[in-house]
């Protein structure tokens, strides 16, 4: 990760967040121009993310290591990105996200151990095949859950953090198993969509 105070340049898409590494939680707002915060992160040839503002601390004791204008965090220690939308932020839907409401898809609770932390969530998957085989079609490095719960087991008292909506970097998966009965909720799907905006 590499830090130090630049300006920030007017006209930037700066969205709120947190990054978790196995290490380190950066506060941020990411800038991610146009894009969704799912495919910012999921761009083939992106090696870093650009977070403005940061605050960064140590998972293993809270202590804060860092205030920087502008870092870069190499996205491939990413485990997991949680995007925080300030309260009451109005939204515009565009064409392209009504068409894609309309898709059905299905709910799964799904856990992953993803040291140093364990996820608990639910995925949408947008076929009725076995959950996992659904999962392994889907091409994305960074898949998208809601409703989540991370514990950070190697913190004291095992640190709970709760979001809406989370990006898990599978390729840091150690294990995950789904929950035997999924649910069809096109609510579901709308919150899934509009929350990596």
Excluded: W
């Excluded at 920030?8 to 380190?24: D, F, H, K, M, P």
């Excluded at 490095?141 to 898990?168: C, D, G, M, W």
């Amino acid at each position: 990760m590499l830090g130090g105070a630049t300006e920030v340049s007017r006209g930037q898409n700066l969205t709120a967040a947190e990054i978790y590494t196995r290490e380190l939680r950066i506060v941020c707002r990411m800038d991610k121009g146009r894009l969704r915060v799912s495919d910012l992160f999921n761009q083939a040839d992106r090696s870093h993310v650009e977070a403005h503002d940061a605050i960064i601390t140590s998972l293993q004791d809270g202590k804060e290591l860092a205030r920087v204008d502008v870092c870069q965090v190499a996205v491939h220690t990413v485990v997991v990105v949680i995007p925080r939308e300030a309260a009451g932020t109005a939204r515009s839907t565009t064409q392209a996200e009504r068409q894609l409401v309309l898709v059905t898809k299905y709910r799964h609770a799904v856990t992953m151990h993803v040291p140093p932390f364990v996820v608990a969530g639910h995925i949408h998957l947008p076929s009725e095949r076995r959950a996992e085989d659904s999962l392994l079609a889907i091409g994305a490095q960074f898949i998208p859950l809601t409703e989540v719960t991370l514990t950070h087991y190697k913190s004291p008292n095992h640190r709970l953090i709760t979001a809406e909506a989370a990006l898990v970097n599978r390729s840091c998966v150690d294990v995950q198993y789904f929950s035997p009965s999924p649910t069809v909720s096109k609510a579901e799907s709308r919150l899934l969509i509009r929350r990596f905006e």
